[in-house]
């Protein structure tokens, strides 16, 4: 069976009466740019995460950096990034005018390593930007505590996990403001992109807004240097369908790798992904980890199942960030060498989920039929 990773055309097609009324309502207002679609998306978001405010802006890296320039971090600034992230969350910082200050991620987890941070932080500390990388949330207790110790902001990056739980509260809730996305793939993905940023600071939830659109409140009158970065209401009102169903979404996805967790937990040498017990994710992706990457990756093509890393090159070894000099980060370097996203999506059936284990049991040997090999086959006949 072909397993895609991730089919939109899908998820398109299961609301397709919804979005395309939701289409009939936009064009028929003339109005297209910041009107009653946004603001009923903002106040519905805000309500999804617990937060006072929300802020459509242009997109997730727009969100970060409106959060950090609101913030009055820049020049001379640093702020404490994982080290095993998407390097738009690196990006952000560097368009603010600060320096990103990578951190290793913690070896089960994935996310940034809580007990590796005050070694990171320096006199220029502004802010610790905490990622809920592949929808599993990061320890927000162990970085608030850090952070009311040293003074510094605390930023969510939730561009992977809306909808996520840490301790039972909502992933967007947990820092002094965060970062969403809705690029199409994310678990919330509009029909294009667009980005939210969510806070219960009134003042900074305002200078977002003015930020985001010419610093201006009131046309014409133009009280900050600003940038334009605003969600369309078109993107506003598919978005509003869509997250009725992100819960339900995002239960889909739990299915499907808790499924994947449950019978690929036999395979040997396959490290599957850990879930803390304060944690409730919304697995955006699935990353397993394995030695043999590549010939993993290429047996399950083979098989006609699509695979992608994320991500191949941290942002550190980028191009992009040669000119900064960094010292080698070995832990991170080492998952960029071995971690597989295997397809999750809301939309794949129990079926082809059994396909990519089936695939990956093909590959790798199974401590059951190492066991059967090992031992006498009448002894273990009665005890299996
Ligand atoms: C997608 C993503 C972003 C950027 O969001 P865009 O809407 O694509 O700009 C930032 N951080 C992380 C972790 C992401 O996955």
Redo the contacts with the bound molecule.
């Keep these: 069976m072909k397993v895609p990773f991730l089919n939109l055309k899908t998820s398109y097609l299961e609301l397709q009466p919804e979005l395309d009324a939701a289409y009939q309502r936009v064009m028929k207002s003339g109005w297209y740019v910041l009107g009653q679609e946004v603001e009923a998306f903002e106040a519905e978001f805000a309500a999804y995460c617990g937060t006072q405010y929300c802020v459509g802006v242009g ?3 727009e969100a ?1 950096h409106l959060i950090l320039r609101a913030m009055d971090i820049g020049s001379g600034d640093e702020v404490i990034v994982p080290a095993n ?2 390097i ?2 690196w990006l952000a910082v560097s368009h603010a005018g600060a320096m990103p200050v990578p951190v290793e991620p913690d070896e089960h987890t994935y996310n940034i390593d809580p007990q590796r941070i005050e070694a990171a932080i320096t006199p220029n500390t502004k802010a610790i930007l905490a ?1 809920h ?1 592949y929808g599993q949330p990061a320890d927000m207790d162990t970085i608030n505590d850090i952070a009311n110790r040293h003074q510094l902001k605390v930023i969510e ?1 939730a ?2 996990a809306h909808g996520a739980r840490y301790k039972g509260r909502r992933v967007g809730s947990l820092g002094d403001a965060s970062g969403f ?3 199409p793939g ?1 678990n919330l993905g509009a029909l294009g ?1 667009g ?1 939210a940023v969510t806070t219960n600071d009134s003042d900074l939830a305002h200078n977002i807004r003015l930020l985001s659109n010419y610093g201006s409140r009131v046309k014409y009158a133009n009280e900050m240097k600003g940038f334009n970065s605003r969600l369309d209401e078109l993107q506003a009102a598919f978005l509003r369908e869509k997250l009725t169903r992100l819960d339900e979404w995002n239960s889909r996805r739990t299915r499907i790798a808790n499924q994947y967790l449950k019978i690929l937990s036999n395979s040997v040498d396959l490290t599957l992904p850990f879930v803390p017990a304060w944690a409730d994710p919304v697995w955006h992706l699935f990353v397993v980890r394995y030695a043999n990457r590549s010939g993993l990756m290429h047996h399950l093509h083979q098989a006609g199942i699509d695979t992608l890393v994320h991500y191949p090159v941290p942002p550190h070894l980028s191009d992009a960030y040669t000119e900064l000099h960094l010292s080698r980060l070995p832990i991170a370097e080492q998952l960029a060498q071995s971690v597989l996203s295997l397809p999750i999506s809301p939309h794949m059936t129990d079926a082809e989920g059994m396909s990519v284990i089936h695939a990956v049991q093909d590959a790798v040997p199974d401590r059951r039929s190492l066991i059967d090999s090992w031992i006498t086959k009448p002894a273990i006949a009665s005890s299996i």
């Design positions: 997109n997730g890296l970060l992230t998407y738009a969350t990622v990388l990056d561009a992977q996305s809705f690029y994310k992109d980005g």
